[in-house]
C-alpha cells in the first residue's frame, strides 16, 4: 500500500514539475498563417513561338544562281506570282544536247521497224559481191605465193604479207555478208527493243530536264504575306534551301513544347495567358487547340550529349484583339491546367514532411499541436489541404526544428 501511494506521489510530483517548467518556458516566437478558403488556380508556364496559320513553305529545287528575285519580305503575293527564278543557262545547253540525243535514237528505231528500202539492198549485194570478188583473188595470190615459197623463190615476208592480205579479204566479205544479210531479213526482236529502250530513256532525260527548268521559276501556291525571304539575288543555292514562307499574319497560332513532367497536365480547351517581350504592356488569351499524342525530342535537346528530355508539342489559337503580334515573336504562356473553387489552403511554407507523413503545426491556446493532415495540389503560393484543419485555424509557417507538441508559442507581429 505504501508502494502505491509512493508511486502516485512520484508521477504527480513529475507532472506538476513538467508543468511548472512549461509555464516557467519563454514562448518561442513564430509566424502564423489563417486557414482559408480560396479559388486555387493551376498553372503550368512554358515559351512557344507566333506562327501564321495555313503558310507555305517554299524550297529550292534546283541547285543554281538566284538572278531573280521578285518578291520581299512584308509583300503581298498572289496565288502563282512568280516570287524567284534561278539561272537556267547549264540546264538551256543540257535541254539542247538531250534533244539532240532524242533525235538520233527516234531516226535509229525508224529505220529499223521501216525495213530496207531498194536502193539499200542493191547498194549491200553490190559490197557484198565486190567483196567476193577481193576475197578469191587474194586466195589465189596466197596459194601461187605458197608454192613459190616452197620453191624458195621467196622470201618469208612476203608469204606472211599474203596471208595478211587474204585475211583482211575475208574480213571484210565476212561483214559485208552480214551487212546484207541483216538487210533482206531485218532486224532481230530484241534489236527493235533495245533501240526502243535506248529512245525512252533519251526522252525520260528530256522530260526531267524540262522539269528542272520548271523548279528554276519559285511560283506562290497561295495569296498571303512573305512573312521570311531567305534569298538575295546573285547567291547561290542548293537543293532543299528554305527561300520564302508565305501566309496570313492576321491568322495566327501559338506553337510551344511542353517539358516532359507537365504534359500529363494538358488538355485541349485549357485557356491560356500570354504575353510577348516585343509588347510588355499587353497581355493576350487563348486556348490550346490541339495536344500532340507524342512527345518527341527537341532540336536543342537532341544536340545534348547527355540525357536529352522530349517535350509534348501544343497548339494555342489566339482569341480576341492579336494586336501588334507577329509571326516570329517569342512568347511567354501562362496555361491554365485546373481550378479548384473554395478550397482549403496553407501556405507551402507551413507543410512539413516526416517519416512519409504530412503535417502541421496548429496554434491552440497558445500551444503548437502537431496535426497531421491530407494535402492536394497546389499553386505557387498555397497547398490545397483536404483534411487535417479547417478553416480560421491558424498554422505556424516555417515551424523551427527543435519545435516540440505541446509547446508555448508567441506569434510575431506582423510587419505594417
Known amino acids: 500500500m505504501l508502494l502505491i501511494i509512493g508511486l502516485i506521489l512520484v508521477i504527480g510530483a513529475t507532472v506538476y514539475f513538467n508543468l511548472s517548467r512549461q509555464a516557467k518556458e519563454a514562448p518561442v516566437l513564430v509566424q502564423t498563417a489563417s486557414v482559408e478558403l480560396k479559388d486555387l488556380v493551376f498553372t503550368v508556364f512554358a515559351t512557344g513561338r507566333v506562327e501564321a496559320l495555313g503558310k507555305q513553305e517554299i524550297y529550292a529545287e534546283s ?33 539542247e544536247e538531250a534533244l539532240a540525243g532524242l533525235n538520233i535514237q527516234e531516226i535509229e528505231l525508224a529505220k529499223l ?88 530513256q533519251a526522252r525520260v532525260e528530256v522530260k526531267n530536264i524540262r522539269q528542272q527548268m520548271e523548279n528554276i521559276v519559285l511560283r506562290a501556291g497561295q495569296e498571303g504575306v512573305v512573312l521570311i525571304c531567305n534569298g538575295q539575288k546573285g547567291s547561290y543555292v542548293s537543293p532543299g534551301t528554305l527561300l520564302f514562307v508565305i501566309g496570313n499574319p492576321e491568322q495566327l497560332e501559338i506553337n510551344a513544347d511542353i517539358a516532359e513532367s507537365d504534359s500529363g497536365l494538358l488538355a485541349q480547351g485549357q485557356k491560356v495567358r500570354f504575353s510577348c517581350p516585343a509588347l510588355p504592356q499587353k497581355e493576350y488569351r487563348g486556348m490550346i487547340s490541339r495536344v500532340a499524342p507524342t512527345a518527341v525530342k527537341s532540336a536543342l535537346d537532341e544536340a545534348k550529349q547527355d540525357n536529352p528530355n522530349p517535350a509534348v508539342a501544343v497548339e494555342i489559337k489566339p482569341f480576341g484583339s492579336t494586336e501588334g503580334l507577329r509571326p516570329g515573336y517569342t512568347v511567354d504562356l501562362t496555361i491554365t491546367t485546373k481550378e479548384s473553387k473554395r478550397a482549403t489552403v496553407v501556405p507551402y511554407e507551413a507543410v512539413i514532411e516526416k517519416d512519409k507523413e504530412q503535417a502541421v503545426f496548429v496554434v491552440k491556446e497558445g500551444r503548437a499541436r502537431y496535426t497531421l493532415v491530407k494535402t ?33 508559442v508567441k506569434e510575431k507581429e506582423k510587419e505594417k
Not at 519580305?73 to 502563282?80: L, P, R, T, W
Not at 487535417?388 to 509547446?407: C, D, F, Y
Open 63 to 95: 541547285s543554281g544562281l538566284l538572278t531573280e528575285l521578285a518578291a520581299e519580305a512584308g509583300d503581298m503575293v498572289g496565288a502563282g506570282q512568280v516570287l524567284a527564278r534561278l539561272d537556267q543557262t547549264s540546264l538551256e545547253n543540257r535541254l
Open 113 to 200: 521497224q521501216s525495213g530496207p528500202r531498194p536502193e539499200e539492198i542493191v547498194r549491200e549485194k553490190a559490197a557484198l559481191t565486190q567483196a567476193g570478188l577481193e576475197l578469191k583473188d587474194a586466195q589465189k595470190k596466197l596459194e601461187r605465193t605458197h608454192r613459190l615459197f616452197e620453191q624458195e623463190a621467196i622470201t618469208i615476208i612476203e608469204l606472211e604479207e599474203a596471208e595478211r592480205e587474204a585475211k583482211k579479204r575475208e574480213a571484210n566479205y565476212q561483214a559485208a555478208k552480214a551487212g546484207y544479210d541483216l538487210l533482206v531479213n531485218g532486224p532481230s526482236k530484241e534489236e527493235v527493243e533495245t533501240a526502243r529502250a535506248r529512245m525512252e
Open 376 to 408: 492536394g495540389p497546389g499553386n505557387e503560393l498555397y497547398l490545397e489541404v483536404k483534411q487535417g484543419v479547417k478553416k480560421g485555424e491558424k498554422v505556424i509557417i516555417n515551424p523551427p526544428k527543435n519545435l516540440r507538441q505541446g509547446q508555448t
